[in-house]
């Protein structure tokens, strides 16, 4: 059936939407119920969609895990947030709650044109409609650029095993594994993107593995290039073959010269000693392996600190929404990865949202999989590849555990428990204190604040990476965003050549430089949504000494800058980022100072594609480590999970958001945030990538906007008095808690400082 009966169909449909919102009535609401217009849809909401499509007749609905691509089929069900005009008049003019839809994404692969449609469908509850979202005015997501479905790579599993047939003999002396009858000694393959060298394609590069553990680090030295364009799998072709160096046009050719000695061959040691498929506890674990070898000077046998909730946690969490000291703030888990919504401090919203964008890591090498590899991550599923955090290790135990729902590629939903985790943890230095000296061996009063933040984690597990996603509230109004990359680098077969892109790890691996950027979306209300953007930078003035005119002095003064259009307030990487970044409210603080928030940005971020070079049409937002837009419902995302398999003609461009250079002041603005590093790969990344360093992100600070600090409400403040006699006078809000197993000794403080 073609898109135009379709469309009879869903504008009958969307006429019927019409009137259901017609009859919309308010409904009851209370405060913790407004906040679920932000929640991902339930497992009983995410049926009903589901349901609904497949009532739809004309839609010819089949199973994703239908064994053919030629086939219709749901990829995608999540949330589709209301605008959000009409959600700030139902959470603070008590309005009608927005309509709830959900959005959904349909591959239609069973027609002569195959291609990707997305959909509204609502009301939730009980959907009664579907209506096309229509794409970005002269964009459409070509067929070539669905992302790849786990039936997909079961047919190009199939289309490896059976194209490399020729070279079974091959795999079995180089690397003792092999796609056939291997048992516990498999080959396994990694594939990289973009795929191919213009739109419409589908030709992607495989690195074949030996497959155990880590087997990211452990490439046989072939690769091959297979098109799998058509939607039929017996008309893919294998179309070049790379091996240590060398190309060869067909496995069968490889094969042939191998049989006759003209092959460069590396025999691969074997990596299991007792050949067995398993490791015997004398053997040696594999450099791959995470299980511990070597020994320290100083020995560590037991477990670390731990962190410990007496009086259990200090936040409420009600349904989406977080309740912390002055924060309030709901979130979600979308395809594309975490957003806080509606953030708020002392009742005052702060941000409409904060959200990661995307996610690239863009790589360099010799082998040509290496060489063409710019991972774009939101189309590998970034946001749903959630899987279970360890308490203990990757959350302290008192977190508070949230499970997730996905519906993408798949046909149910897919619970991911434990994807999320909330918790507070002491920050191991104090907010603020001070120490008063008498300057006589007393002091005045010491006086501190404890550190202590409220985290919400969750990961992102990309295949060979893992992404730390984290966003950090303090109790002075300030909030964090930042990211850790860990897991395995992502690596290819050594060859001297390649010492140019990389680093050689192991005999046969070199570890390929490359570049993480990361993209946040922060839709700042500062005190409302008619905001400006200015900076402030040191200036310094050489003038006349006024109580000495013969002499000169150099000071540094403020120089503030005014940013009217959005061009103007779009800062390209190589050019110097002012350090005082402000959003500003026309509403002044008591002293005069416009009501303003900071963005501070810490990362090693930089340009990686020159502009305009090929794909880096899908990444223009990686020019900027800041760009500053008038908000727009057209622009809510930088990227799309179509953006990976056509970086050439991308339906998200945007470089586009800025053409037509709006004015931006006293307007809804939204900053556009990228931070990253670049990553030489280095023998201390075996087995895994460390967190220490490898962590970017940004904070929001509030800037005049508050008459103090407003952490001041904290009670954990603790002053100490000096007395001439007798103990030191200890200043409390919160009585010091009783001695337990689980708590460190009494509370003292002696302040003076003597002659020994």
Not at 423 to 435: G, I, N, Y
Request: aromatic share 12%; hydrophobic share 35%.
């Amino acid at each position: 059936m073609g898109r135009a009966t379709l469309a009879l169909g869903w504008a009958v449909a969307a006429t019927l939407m019409l009137q259901v919102l017609a009859m919309a009535e308010h409904a009851p609401w209370t405060p913790h119920s407004k906040a679920s217009v932000f929640a991902d849809l339930s497992a009983p909401e995410l049926k009903a969609v589901r349901s609904f499509l497949w009532s739809q007749k004309e839609l010819r609905l089949e199973s994703s895990r239908a064994l053919t691509i030629a086939k219709n089929s749901v990829f995608l069900i999540e949330t589709l947030l209301p605008k959000k005009q009409q959600v700030l008049k139902f959470l603070d003019n008590h309005q009608r709650r927005p309509i709830r839809e959900a959005r959904v994404v349909i591959f239609f692969g069973a027609q002569e044109h195959p291609n990707i449609t997305e959909f509204a469908v609502g009301p939730l509850p009980q959907p009664q409609y579907m209506r096309e979202l229509p794409p970005r005015p002269g964009h459409r997501a070509t067929w070539a650029s669905r992302p790849i479905s786990s039936v997909e790579y079961s047919l190009l599993n199939h289309a490896l095993q059976e194209a490399t047939k020729p070279l079974h003999q091959f795999f079995l002396d180089t690397t003792g594994f092999s796609f056939h009858n291997c048992h516990l000694q498999c080959l396994t393959f990694t594939d990289v993107a973009p795929r191919g060298l213009a739109s419409g394609e589908r030709r992607s590069w495989f690195i074949l593995q030996r497959y155990m553990e880590g087997y990211f680090l452990h490439p046989t030295g072939l690769e091959l290039l297979l098109d799998h364009s058509s939607t039929n799998p017996q008309d893919w072709t294998l179309e070049k073959v790379w091996y240590n160096g060398k190309f060869y046009r067909s496995p069968e050719e490889l094969a042939r010269k191998y049989k006759n000695g003209e092959v460069d061959v590396v025999v691969l040691e074997d990596p299991l000693p007792k050949g067995k498929g398993a490791e015997s506890m004398k053997d040696p674990p594999l450099f791959s392996s995470y299980k511990p070898r070597g020994d320290f000077p100083s020995p560590i046998t037991g477990h670390g600190p731990r962190v410990v909730q007496p009086h259990g946690p200090g936040y409420k969490l009600q349904g989406n929404t977080v309740l912390y000291g002055g924060w309030s703030f709901s979130f979600r888990l979308r395809s594309s990865g975490l957003q806080v919504l509606n953030v708020q401090f002392g009742g005052e919203r702060i941000a409409y949202e904060v959200s990661v964008q995307e996610a690239v890591a863009l790589y360099g090498g010799h082998t040509p999989a290496g060489s063409q590899t710019k991972y774009i991550d939101v189309g590998w599923g970034l946001g749903t590849v959630t899987h279970e955090l360890a308490p203990g290790i990757d959350c302290p135990d008192t977190a508070t555990f949230l499970d997730a729902l996905h519906y993408y590629d798949t046909d149910d939903p897919i619970r991911y428990p434990r994807a999320l985790c909330l918790f507070e943890m002491p920050t191991q230095v104090p907010l603020r204190r001070h120490f008063n000296s008498n300057f006589s061996g007393g002091f005045n009063f010491y006086a501190g604040l404890k550190g202590q933040v409220l985290m919400l984690r969750t990961t992102s597990t990309v295949y060979n990476y893992d992404y730390i996603w984290d966003l950090i509230f303090y109790p002075n109004g300030v909030m964090e965003a930042k990211v850790h990359a860990t897991g395995y680098v992502h690596a290819t077969f050594y060859t001297p050549e390649g010492l140019r892109y990389g680093t050689r790890l192991h005999t046969h691996l070199i570890g390929n430089m490359h570049t993480h950027l990361m993209h946040y979306r922060v839709d700042l209300d500062v005190a409302g949504t008619k905001n400006s953007f200015q900076t402030l930078r040191m200036k310094l003035e050489n003038i006349t000494n006024p109580w000495s005119p013969t002499h000169h002095l150099v000071q540094p003064t403020l120089e503030q800058t005014r940013y009217l259009r959005e061009r103007q307030a779009a800062f390209h990487f190589r050019h110097t980022l002012p350090k005082y970044l402000l959003f500003t409210s026309p509403k002044k603080n008591a002293w005069g100072h416009q009501r303003s928030y900071r963005l501070q940005i810490h990362s090693m971020a930089d340009q990686v594609l020159p502009p305009g070079w090929q794909e880096e049409r899908a990444v223009t937002w990686a020019r900027y480590p800041l760009a500053v837009t008038k908000y727009r419902e057209s622009e809510l995302y930088s990227s799309s999970m179509y953006n990976q398999n056509d970086p050439w003609d991308p339906p998200v461009v945007f470089e586009e958001f800025l053409r037509n250079n709006e004015y931006i002041e006293d307007e809804d603005l939204v900053a556009w945030v990228t931070v990253g590093f670049l990553h030489i790969p280095h023998s201390e990344d075996i087995p895994n990538t460390a967190t220490p360093g490898n962590a970017v992100g940004f904070l929001l600070r509030p800037f005049n906007f508050f008459p103090e600090d407003p952490s001041l409400a904290s009670r954990d403040t603790v002053i100490v008095w000096p007395r001439d006699n007798g103990p030191n006078y200890v200043e409390r809000w919160i009585p010091e808690e009783e001695e337990s197993c689980l708590m460190p000794a009494p509370f003292s403080y002696n302040g003076t400082y003597r002659a020994v």
